[in-house]
């Protein structure tokens, strides 16, 4: 069964006020802990700021916690198998921390804020939780991943957004040089899905010398994904473990 590596509950050093229920914690350090394990066998992380050192493997519980930037994070993949370049993930304003299940091969994201958890989760839990597991079965719940994937054209696009961008250059450079040197100012290149939408013989002069001097650049979207999975995981997924 796919599970998440908890240690047996340490009745020992149970508490109890913090949640109002019997609870151990893992992953302390002078800055405060990280993980709580309920004696109901559920596990939450409680932070989502970690400095590069605790950024790591907790053996406990077979989890890795590390960001986007660290050079030991693992290749990603989506559901159907498809690459998230680390680059996309640096591209939604900064990096992201990410919590990876070992076990599972399942990744989710740490985000600053503890709203945005799955109603599913008992409240006085998604109050201070930023991931969750339900415990021996159950995939971790965190927030979305951000990604900014470039859009992947046809070849039939390739052509036509080829075709206008030399026109547009074709027609510029038969312009008089009056006209020209008029245009000193940089210029925001189009987006490939805008240039798409770009008919030579309809565009505005003002579009052309754009395309003509600036040219097209890929165009991206963001998209956020509830998991993404390792290399391994994916395998699991595959094979229906």
């Known amino acids: 069964m796919r599970k998440m590596k908890t240690p047996d509950f340490n009745y020992v050093f149970q508490c109890w006020d913090a949640y109002k229920q019997f609870h151990v914690t893992h992953g302390n350090s002078y800055r405060g802990k990280t993980f709580v394990q309920f004696d109901t066998g559920e596990v939450i992380c409680i932070r989502s700021i970690l400095k590069p050192n605790e950024r790591r493997y907790y053996s406990e519980l077979n989890v890795r916690i590390v960001g986007t930037t660290d050079d030991d994070m693992p290749k ?58 339900g415990g021996s079965g159950h995939s971790p719940m965190g927030h ?28 510029f450079e038969l312009q008089d040089e009056a006209f020209r040197n008029r245009f000193w100012d940089a210029l925001t290149p189009l ?30 979207a963001v998209e956020r994904f509830e998991r993404l999975y390792t290399a391994e995981g994916l395998a699991r997924l595959r094979m229906g473990l």
């Open 76 to 133: 990603l993949y989506t559901k159907d198998g498809g690459e998230i370049l680390r680059t996309w993930l640096n591209s939604c304003g900064s990096y992201q921390t990410l919590l990876v299940d070992e076990c599972l091969g399942e990744v989710v994201r740490l985000d600053g804020r503890k709203t945005g958890l799955p109603a599913s989760v008992p409240e006085h839990k998604r109050d201070s939780a930023y991931a969750y597991w």
């Open 144 to 171: 979305p991943i951000a990604a900014k994937i470039p859009y992947r054209p046809t070849l039939e696009e390739k052509r036509a957004v080829a075709k206008t961008v030399d026109a547009c250059r074709m027609w």
């Open 191 to 220: 987006t490939f899905l805008d240039a798409l939408t770009v008919d030579f013989n309809s565009a505005s002069d003002g579009t052309r010398v754009r395309i003509a001097k600036a040219g097209v650049v890929t165009s991206y």
